[in-house]
DNA sequence: GTTTAGCACTCACAGTAGTCGAGTGCTAAA
DNA sequence: TTTAGCACTCGACTACTGTGAGTGCTAAAC
């Protein structure tokens, strides 16, 4: 199970014993050993842990409590005469008890609003800026999944005349997305007709969201309108299954390039059931959109094989949903491997998904 | 300079030249060494060739012919005990003169139309999935470039209430491209305001392109609407900044798996420069928006170091422009290794392209 | 004048052996 | 409990060698 650093407070209680028994020394050297290999992506030595990191005791100490660290399962080693690296479960006590606090330097704060200010007026803009901007502060390949039409609730619909066969169907949602359908019409229609028809939707589905577009609204609307019930019927139809398939144009996918730069992916073979899980947006939807049910407000981290799909379990993945007025609406993630620099992706994960909702709802909300 | 097939016609006299004096027998040896290198990827040898393509003649002989080439510049060795590669003016020759001519077969057409049909109700999809399914059929690096809203001609443009502060502004272009924008305003107008403005603005300006929106045309509107003034003003302003902003989200890329596939990659070290380029937006797009001035109907070809960019010398680059009514509105490009499968690449880009032509002309033409 | 057989030569590639050094575990002394 | 010392392990690197695909050249055959 992944545990947030967010949820530190409510940690289980077995890992709460852990990290209460465990010797100060033995932590020390514990985040001595991550912090050292996640900067350098070699296996560290006692030696270096002794030289590089003051504690005070000799390289045959750190061994042996390096090797005790190993008995319980927070280290492991490649190979027999090599250094010592992280388990899962080595990242998963580091994340939750040792990791150093971090703050996003003025810099990157300045990165981040610069990149999203300038984009914040319309929202698929917004949110392919805050994957590049994410792939590019975390150095990994990042994901941001955009509002979803389907739950959302409709703020406007709109009719528009198109050309004499067809019409644009106009969907605002509450979270500023817009969608549009365009749909054949067997008969021309007068504009004046469907600027009527527009303030009657308006008036039976504001508030409601798409899903919930059936059953007895639906029927109310076609009795009060029934002189286009066939055409209505056929614009619900269309509609629904629009929304449908609208959902896999939600993700977007950045800095696939950072990823193959990290050591561990620079054979490709390593990297290719990554980069293909990454690439098919279903899966990416599928696998993230358990985080949006935890409700916003901090980071959500996965370690290694905690992740239940098989292709990333060489990988953590930092996530964080984000949302309009408390309301989850889609989430941010970074993918990298379990070598990642948890401090500071959990930082940027959660300072940019707090920022996304800050302006989506300054953005976009209905005063 | 780059020599498309569909101009094949009226290719240079230097190329002609050479493709009416070449022997039979060369032409055939230089032929079926290009074949042979496509489709496994390792230099081939004279024997080879004597073997699998029953030339009639020995070994012996084709090596004397493959000499003979290579002081021509058609082939190259990568070294002295390996067999030969044809070199980029080889493919270039290949691809004017030897090529064996290739149709897509059924499988390929119908999976071209299953993914493109059920997605051709709205435009964004439809140029998604047209990436998708080309880079699969490619098997390697796919490149579409959307309609772009800047020249083309306004269908429909309509303001629809938004909220208190704000108003959301439609338009449609004639490629069937729908931008919208949400614009703030200072105090709150009324529904039948907007739909007057609006049904004043699609008169005006319906059938010009949003770069021409300037100048005398936005003056006489101004003044006959002079008490909106200073809305007006504003409207263009963002809009405009909107359009200039709204290119670089026209680029779609997809198959990058299917490149690193390709055994010329298997190195990251090779294949990255070649990603850096296909994930930045803004340069994809000036590199290939050349191509649009070359009108509709056939696919270029563009080999190695035919290309200006230095990233793209180890690459070949298809593309052709698709378009609305005969209007070219955007460009589809395939990027491979120069040992790129050109009959069927070429093929299959031609394709695409036209049907892409054709889906847009039936469904989003104005009639 | 072509074409072919024969042969010496080249060179990438794979496999083997040897060396080096970082790092360990264990033992015994402090 | 900590530390120094030491033997040991094993991946990484280097050097060397054999193999084989493929060439270019020459001389004979057509």
Redesign the interface.
């Known amino acids: 199970m992944a545990l947030g650093r967010a949820e530190a407070g409510k940690i289980e209680s077995g890992v709460r014993a852990m990290a209460e028994n465990m010797a100060d020394r033995k932590k020390a050297i514990l985040r001595a050993v991550t912090d050292d290999y996640i900067s350098t992506a070699e296996p560290v030595g006692s030696r270096t842990i002794a030289r590089k990191y003051g504690l005070g005791v000799s390289s045959a100490t750190i061994r042996n409590e390096m090797a005790d660290l190993e008995e319980e399962g927070y280290l492991e080693q490649p190979h027999v005469s090599a250094g010592r690296i992280p388990s899962d479960k080595g990242y998963r006590f580091y994340v939750d008890s040792l990791m150093p606090e971090r703050n996003l330097t003025g810099l990157e704060e300045k990165k981040i609003r610069a990149e999203c200010a300038k984009?914040s007026?319309?929202i698929?803009?917004l949110i392919?800026a805050t994957a590049k901007v994410l792939g590019e502060l975390s150095n990994c390949a990042s994901i941001v999944i955009g509002p979803g039409v389907k739950t959302a609730e409709i703020?406007?619909i709109?009719l528009?005349?198109?050309?004499?066969?067809s019409i644009?169907v106009?969907v605002?949602t509450n979270a500023?997305l817009?969608e549009?359908?365009?749909l054949s019409i067997e008969h021309e229609m007068n504009p004046v007709d469907l600027?009527n028809m527009s303030r009657m939707l308006n008036h039976r589905l504001r508030g409601r969201s798409l899903s919930q577009m059936r059953g007895k609204v639906l029927r109310d609307i076609l009795s009060d309108l029934d002189a286009y019930a066939s055409f209505l019927e056929q614009m619900f139809e269309?509609l629904l299954s629009?929304i449908r398939?609208?959902d896999?144009?939600r993700v977007y996918v950045?800095g696939?390039?950072k990823l193959?730069?990290q050591p561990e992916?620079?054979?490709?073979e390593r990297?290719?059931p990554i980069?293909?899980f990454l690439?098919s947006d279903d899966l990416v939807l599928t696998e993230l959109s358990g985080s949006a049910s935890r409700g916003l407000g901090g980071a959500q981290v996965t370690i290694g094989s905690e992740n239940t799909r098989e292709e990333l379990r060489e990988c953590s993945v930092i996530c964080a949903p984000y949302g309009i007025r408390g309301q989850v609406v889609g989430t941010i993630a970074v993918v990298g491997p379990t070598r990642i620099d948890y401090s500071l992706t959990i930082a940027l994960v959660a300072h940019i998904a707090e920022s996304l909702s800050d302006l989506l709802t300054r953005?976009?909300?209905?005063?």
């Open positions: 984009r007026d319309e698929q803009s392919r703020r406007h709109q528009v005349p198109f050309s004499s066969d644009l106009l605002v500023g817009v549009h359908k365009i600027e269309l629009a398939s609208s896999e144009n950045d696939l390039m193959l730069g992916f620079s054979e490709i990297a290719r980069l293909e690439e953005t976009q909300s209905i005063k």
